[in-house]
């Protein structure tokens, strides 16, 4: 069962996904590292893809589209977790599209329903070791570090990952919920939804995945 993975900012898909890729053997597809490996390939494409990312500008559907469609079509029978796409309502019906086209049926939406307040500690208390690259929590006791800003491991300096605020957290949260709401609709129509609580450890969101790729069947 291919997997895609819908899921807010701090929700912990990376987590996920790399637990699939390791247990399940998924091919991990993110929009992002297509564009990134384009660009590195020197290709006509990747030329083009540089100069408009370098002029700040946003690449077009278009050519993620065509990114997209090439790594699918070259997948030889692996499973695939798609990661960041499609992030709108015009994207998913390009999505599907391309799914016709190439005969991929046999998939699950899967969102990872996230309260924002959670989201918001995870994000911005997020401290990392500068050194040694230990990850803690400032908000959580489980996840703090013993010394305030010191590394329980080597001791070298812990500092804070996010750039965004409270307030500018909330804001991008927002956001992503309201763009997305409708692609979660376009999915259930399809049953294709499975919205998964991820308000608890990522050992048992994982559980959760599991059991529905087992189960395989959709719609729920
Ligand atoms: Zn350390």
Redesign the pocket.
């Given at each position: 069962m291919n997997i895609i993975f819908i899921a807010p900012p701090a929700a912990g898909k990376g987590t996920l996904s790399d637990k699939l890729v390791t247990k399940y053997d998924y091919k991990h597809i993110s929009t992002g590292d297509l564009l990134r490996e384009e660009i590195k390939k020197q290709s006509a494409l990747g030329k083009r893809i540089d100069k408009i990312i370098s002029k700040g500008e946003l690449v077009s559907d278009e050519i993620i589209t065509e990114l997209l469609k090439n790594e699918l079509q070259n997948l030889k029978g692996e499973k695939f977790i798609l990661d960041g796409y499609p992030r709108n309502i015009a994207q998913a019906e390009i999505l599907k599209s391309i799914f016709d086209e190439l005969n991929i049926d046999n998939y699950v939406t899967i969102y990872l329903d996230l309260e924002e307040e959670l989201a918001m500690k995870r994000a911005l208390g997020r401290v990392i070791?500068s050194?040694?690259g230990?990850s803690y929590n400032t908000y959580f006791e489980n996840f703090m570090p013993k010394k305030t800003g010191i590394?329980d491991?080597?001791g070298?300096e812990l500092k804070h990952r996010a750039d965004d605020t409270e307030e500018t957290f909330k804001k991008r949260f927002q956001t992503y919920i309201d763009v997305t709401s409708p692609v979660l609709d376009y999915y259930k129509k399809l049953e294709k939804l499975y919205v998964i609580d991820a308000n608890v450890e990522s050992d048992e969101v994982f559980k959760v995945v599991e059991q529905i790729l087992q189960s395989g069947n959709v719609g729920n």
């Open positions: 070791c050194k040694c230990a590394c491991k080597c070298s």
